[in-house]
């Protein structure tokens, strides 16, 4: 899917040759750079809409760059005439129409119309009383109004995300426990329904964050339930393969990876097998689920097809738990684990040192802002911190998991 | 006629009048039916001194709602995708954001006043947009755009303000001495007596390089500044001077044929 450039109506020296810079890095940062996009504002983390704004921006962009270079031609001012799209006789002809309507994105698909229906419902309400194209029975509850705050968290301060937070949050948080509904809960059904819909590798992911708030612990395997992802296995290790295939020549991204002798045997893994490290990066969704895991192929992915055989990883947050491995025999991410062995995250206990009254909104704050996910994690194990798990005072505090699927069968 | 909004956005073409919240100064749009139909709007960006991206934009009903869910989450959609309305405003943003963070990334001088395109390989640019584009905490203050982009570029001594229609006028003693070449001069003022001049200070919690000016003279600019009407009042503290976005112009005039 290569970039669809537009024409840009005007040159110069100067535009020129930062319309053909503007386009290498573009490239360079779309196709070749492995970021993380979950550390993106979210409007950016989405490929394919990151690429409409390159390809859209970059009339704009040049336009700045035409009009700070002075120079004569079209753009150079704020004559109409001069403008990027010149005035013409615009409706002269049927092709001057279509293209008028084509750059207004007149479509009348089924899909365009709702979009309208809805787009106009917000200039007035009274165009659809019965709320019938609206977010139904869940429009007005609290969750509803979270959706709302949620867009008011952190807007007061474009540096601060915290600011504000928490009378916003404790108040949408109340209104939920009065419907006697867990937030959470309420959250999580929400965002099954919205990642799904993106990709069932939202499924996966929403269904280990509910694993891990419901406090199950233990490992999870490829015989686990899988919830609503259940019937989307073979796809999502499907996914897991495309990633890796993409990024197989990024170092960064795809690594090879040692694992002790001890572990291989436990786990099967022959000789001929390849251990990776895979960051999940550019990978909303497997990152939201995995972040960073080590995966077993069965073959070097850059000398021709390979299978993935299996995935291991550690379930747990630097702003709530933790699992501790030594890394030494079978004791790494993906294996069974004692619960002695669950701490507060990093976010919590720096350098290993406990911050007593680090609060909810300051364990998110180190690694930025996904609030509904990022939120019932923290808030499931509240203000402070503790060296062991079961040392908290509360029934169900969350509690982390490993995750060691065998997609052999799968 | 049915519109895809989407692609609407993406085209800069709003067919309402935009009041730009912070500028205090409407981009406008025009539709003309003569001998011939066009329409034309003006590109500004929403907030013309900072790099910053900002976040979701819908204000009102079930767009906001979405918009709200998206953000929780983290996550955002196509925008071709039809389950999901994302208002032109955060569209709009969105890609303001990309055009500010691919101008600091390719051109030289954090992108400030330049139009010539700077050293380097097109990986440290491409890791240049995408520092700009992170979320607030993620961002690495020491390297472009944050390293220099919110610097101190001059101090003016404001003696007297008022305010009219939501416009703060400022005159200085001695005159200001900006230069009437460039258009994206802003300042954060820190005024420190004088009755009721509180209000008219600028916070960089909410306006971190500052809000635009308009320079009417050599001792005499105007920024937007909500409040009550209020008379001339002899005042002292300090403008810190900023630079933003622009160069002779940020201002985009779009004809759609």
């Known amino acids: 899917m290569t970039f669809n450039w537009p024409d840009i109506p005007f040159s110069g020296t100067e535009v020129d040759a930062f319309v053909a810079e503007y386009k290498i890095v573009a490239e360079e940062l779309y196709y070749h750079l492995p970021y993380d996009s979950t550390i993106l504002k979210p409007q950016f983390r989405n490929d394919a809409a990151l690429k409409k704004f390159l390809e859209y921006g970059l009339v704009y962009a040049a336009f700045i760059v035409k009009q700070r270079a002075g120079n004569s031609g079209p753009g150079t001012d704020f004559d109409l005439g001069n403008s990027p799209y010149g005035p013409t006789d615009a409706m002269s002809t049927p092709e001057k129409r279509k293209h008028l309507m084509q750059n207004l994105g007149c479509i009348a698909t089924m899909g365009a119309m709702i979009n309208c229906w809805k787009d106009n419902k917000e200039k007035d309400p009274s165009l659809d009383p019965y709320d019938e194209l609206g977010s139904g029975s869940r429009s007005g509850t609290p969750i509803s109004d979270l959706m709302d705050e949620f867009n008011g968290f952190g807007s007061s301060d474009p540096d601060d995300p915290c600011t504000g937070f928490y009378s916003k949050y404790d108040d949408v948080k109340d209104e939920v426990h009065e419907q006697n509904e867990v937030l959470w809960s309420s959250i999580l059904v929400l965002a099954d329904e919205v990642l799904g819909l993106f990709s069932i590798n939202g499924h996966v992911a929403v269904h280990f964050l509910r694993k891990y708030l419901e406090g199950t612990g233990g490992v999870f395997t490829e015989n686990s339930s899988w919830g609503r992802a259940a019937a989307y296995k073979s796809a999502h290790k499907a996914s897991i393969k495309e990633h890796i295939n993409y990024w197989k020549n990024n170092s960064r991204t795809v690594s090879e990876k040692t694992l002790n002798q001890t572990w291989k045997d436990a786990n099967g893994v022959s000789a001929t097998d390849k251990i990776y490290q895979v960051r999940f990066e550019r990978n909303f969704l497997l990152a939201s689920a995995y972040g960073t895991a080590t995966v077993v192929l069965s073959g070097d992915p850059k000398l021709g097809d390979f299978e993935v055989k299996r995935l291991i990883d550690d379930y747990d947050f630097f702003y709530g738990w933790e699992i501790i491995r030594s890394d030494i025999g079978i004791d790494i991410p993906g294996s069974p684990f004692n619960d002695l062995n669950i701490t507060s995250g990093e976010n919590r206990r720096p350098g290993g040192n406990c911050i007593q009254n680090q609060t909810v909104c300051g364990a998110i704050d180190r690694g930025g802002f996904n609030w509904a996910i990022r939120l019932p994690v923290a808030d499931a194990m509240g203000q402070g911190c503790w060296d062991k798990w079961e040392d908290h005072p509360s029934d169900n505090p969350g509690k982390p998991f490993s995750i060691n699927i065998n997609f052999d069968n799968i | ?257």
């Not at chain 2, 005159?175 to 802003?186: E, F, I, K, P, V």
């Open chain 2, 1 to 257: 006629m049915i519109k895809t909004t989407y692609l609407q956005a993406l085209h800069y073409l709003n067919l309402s009048v935009e009041q730009n919240e912070l500028l205090g100064v409407s981009a406008g749009s025009s539709i003309s039916i003569g001998s011939s139909l066009s329409f034309y709007d003006i590109f500004n960006f929403k907030d013309p001194m900072d790099v910053a991206p900002g976040g979701f934009l819908a204000t009102t009903g079930n767009t906001r709602k979405t918009e709200g869910l998206l953000n929780g989450i983290g996550y955002f959609p196509p925008l071709d995708d039809e389950n999901f309305h994302i208002s032109p405003e955060t569209i709009q943003g969105a890609m303001s954001s990309v055009i500010k963070a691919m101008l600091v990334g390719v051109l030289d001088n954090n992108g400030k006043r330049s139009t010539t395109v700077g050293i380097g390989s097109s990986t440290a640019k491409a890791e240049t947009v995408i520092n700009t584009l992170r979320e607030p905490l993620q961002r690495d203050l020491t390297v472009a755009p944050f390293n220099t982009w919110r610097d101190s570029v001059g101090i003016i001594t404001p003696t007297s303000v008022s305010r009219t229609n939501n416009v703060a006028i400022v005159t200085t003693t001695p005159a200001h001495g900006l230069s009437t070449q460039y258009d994206d001069w802003g300042v954060v003022m820190n005024l420190n007596s004088g009755i009721g001049t509180a209000s008219f200070n600028i916070s960089t919690s909410t306006y971190p390089n500052g809000v635009p000016i308009r320079i009417i003279n050599s001792t005499t600019f105007t920024y937007p500044n909500t409040g009550i009407n209020t008379d001339w009042t002899a005042v002292s503290g300090t403008a810190d001077v900023r630079v933003g976005w622009g160069g002779t112009s940020i201002n985009l005039h779009l004809y759609y044929t």
